[in-house]
Protein backbone atom coordinates (compact mmCIF):
# COMPACT_ATOMS: atom_id res chain seq x y z
CA UNK A 1 0.00 0.00 0.00
CA UNK A 2 3.17 2.60 1.06
CA UNK A 3 4.22 1.80 -2.94
CA UNK A 4 0.86 2.85 -3.98
CA UNK A 5 0.60 5.83 -2.56
CA UNK A 6 4.15 6.64 -3.14
CA UNK A 7 3.54 5.97 -6.67
CA UNK A 8 0.75 8.07 -6.87
CA UNK A 9 2.25 11.15 -5.49
CA UNK A 10 4.79 10.71 -7.70
CA UNK A 11 2.90 10.68 -10.71
CA UNK A 12 0.89 13.95 -9.49
CA UNK A 13 3.96 15.93 -9.14
CA UNK A 14 5.07 14.86 -12.76
CA UNK A 15 1.92 15.84 -14.00
CA UNK A 16 0.55 18.72 -12.35
CA UNK A 17 1.79 21.89 -13.88
CA UNK A 18 4.41 24.23 -12.93
CA UNK A 19 5.18 27.66 -13.89
CA UNK A 20 8.27 28.25 -15.28
CA UNK A 21 10.12 31.29 -15.77
CA UNK A 22 11.40 32.38 -19.53
CA UNK A 23 15.21 32.25 -20.10
CA UNK A 24 16.78 35.37 -21.57
CA UNK A 25 19.92 35.23 -23.78
CA UNK A 26 21.36 37.74 -25.89
CA UNK A 27 21.32 37.05 -29.69
CA UNK A 28 24.67 38.53 -31.22
CA UNK A 29 25.60 37.77 -34.74
CA UNK A 30 28.50 35.60 -33.04
CA UNK A 31 26.22 33.40 -31.00
CA UNK A 32 24.50 33.81 -28.14
CA UNK A 33 24.88 34.28 -24.59
CA UNK A 34 22.48 33.57 -21.46
CA UNK A 35 21.45 36.76 -19.24
CA UNK A 36 20.12 36.86 -15.86
CA UNK A 37 17.44 40.47 -16.57
CA UNK A 38 16.13 42.07 -18.88
CA UNK A 39 13.72 42.73 -21.65
CA UNK A 40 12.83 40.60 -24.53
CA UNK A 41 13.44 43.19 -27.94
CA UNK A 42 16.13 45.38 -25.58
CA UNK A 43 19.77 45.66 -26.48
CA UNK A 44 22.03 43.15 -24.62
CA UNK A 45 26.03 42.51 -24.51
CA UNK A 46 27.44 39.07 -24.15
CA UNK A 47 31.34 39.36 -22.76
CA UNK A 48 34.21 37.57 -24.86
CA UNK A 49 37.90 37.39 -24.62
CA UNK A 50 37.99 40.27 -27.41
CA UNK A 51 35.65 42.47 -25.51
CA UNK A 52 31.62 42.90 -25.37
CA UNK A 53 29.56 41.90 -28.46
CA UNK A 54 26.03 44.13 -28.70
CA UNK A 55 23.14 42.26 -29.28
CA UNK A 56 19.07 41.88 -28.93
CA UNK A 57 17.53 40.35 -25.70
CA UNK A 58 15.52 37.25 -26.83
CA UNK A 59 13.41 34.77 -24.52
CA UNK A 60 15.39 31.09 -25.11
CA UNK A 61 14.02 29.52 -28.28
CA UNK A 62 12.47 32.41 -29.54
CA UNK A 63 12.91 33.73 -33.31
CA UNK A 64 16.77 33.96 -34.12
CA UNK A 65 18.29 37.47 -35.07
CA UNK A 66 18.05 38.52 -39.26
CA UNK A 67 21.41 37.65 -41.17
CA UNK A 68 22.49 41.04 -41.42
CA UNK A 69 22.37 44.01 -38.96
CA UNK A 70 19.41 46.36 -39.39
CA UNK A 71 20.96 49.16 -37.26
CA UNK A 72 23.63 52.11 -37.43
CA UNK A 73 25.22 52.44 -33.64
CA UNK A 74 26.39 55.76 -33.47
CA UNK A 75 27.62 58.34 -30.52
CA UNK A 76 24.32 59.45 -30.45
CA UNK A 77 22.87 56.04 -30.03
CA UNK A 78 21.63 53.31 -31.89
CA UNK A 79 19.42 54.57 -35.41
CA UNK A 80 17.17 52.98 -36.99
CA UNK A 81 15.72 50.44 -38.46
CA UNK A 82 16.96 50.99 -42.05
CA UNK A 83 16.87 48.42 -44.59
CA UNK A 84 20.01 46.39 -44.56
CA UNK A 85 20.98 43.87 -47.73
CA UNK A 86 24.92 43.20 -47.26
CA UNK A 87 26.46 45.62 -44.82
CA UNK A 88 27.67 43.11 -41.85
CA UNK A 89 28.36 43.63 -38.15
CA UNK A 90 30.83 46.43 -37.21
CA UNK A 91 31.16 47.78 -40.69
CA UNK A 92 30.78 51.45 -41.81
CA UNK A 93 27.13 52.39 -41.78
CA UNK A 94 25.52 56.01 -42.24
CA UNK A 95 21.75 56.98 -41.53
CA UNK A 96 20.46 60.62 -42.28
CA UNK A 97 19.19 62.29 -39.47
CA UNK A 98 16.91 65.81 -39.43
CA UNK A 99 20.90 67.89 -38.31
CA UNK A 100 22.03 65.76 -41.35
CA UNK A 101 24.44 62.26 -41.98
CA UNK A 102 25.38 60.21 -39.16
CA UNK A 103 27.88 57.59 -39.21
CA UNK A 104 28.68 54.74 -37.01
CA UNK A 105 28.72 51.27 -36.79
CA UNK A 106 26.27 48.61 -38.55
CA UNK A 107 24.99 46.93 -35.16
CA UNK A 108 21.60 44.58 -34.25
Known sequence: MKYA???????????????GIAQLMCATSFGACM??????GGPCFCATPNGPIQGIAQ???GAMLPSVPQFCCTPAGRLGPYANSSIGPGQACQVMT???????????
Do not use: E, K
Open 5 to 19: VAGLALLTAIAAPTT
Open 59 to 61: IAG
Open 35 to 40: MATGLP
Open 98 to 108: PTGVMIGQACF
